[in-house]
């Protein structure tokens, strides 16, 4: 019922930088956290960075001070900034979002995924 778009994946060299979003659509009354996370060839999915509705975020060690996250609530979108790009960063990136249906349930809902390869 909650569907995550993700946009602004791609093939970049080393040091640059790409903008990922993600738009969520249905039928829903609320978002609370939005996030990114990502998942490597071989290793588990993990968090990049959340937002909270009210604005508050947190990062994965590994991205501080690279990445940025935001979100427009207005358009019940979220970005993810991501500059100073390592081949390490190169996975599938992940859109996650929680809230609430207007029919009073939770949801929460994962994108499709979106490929980013970062070449040395």
């Known amino acids: 019922q909650v569907q995550l778009v993700e946009s602004g994946g791609g093939l970049v060299q080393a040091g640059g930088s790409l903008r990922l979003s993600c738009a969520a659509s249905?039928?829903?009354?609320?978002?609370?956290?939005m996030g990114w996370y990502r998942q490597a060839p071989g290793k588990q999915r993990e968090l990049v960075a959340g937002?909270?509705?009210?604005?508050?975020?947190n990062y994965a060690d590994s991205v501080k001070g690279r990445f940025t996250i935001s979100r427009d609530n207005a358009k019940n979108t979220v970005y993810l900034q991501m500059n100073s790009l390592k081949p390490e960063d190169t996975a599938v990136y992940y859109c996650?979002?929680?809230?609430?249906?207007?029919?009073?349930?939770?949801?929460?809902?994962w994108g499709q995924g979106t490929q980013v390869t970062v070449s040395s």
């Open positions: 249905g039928s829903t009354l609320s978002i609370n956290a």
């Open positions: 937002i909270t509705s009210g604005g508050k975020t």
């Open positions: 996650n979002a929680d809230g609430l249906l207007y029919s009073g349930a939770n949801f929460g809902s």
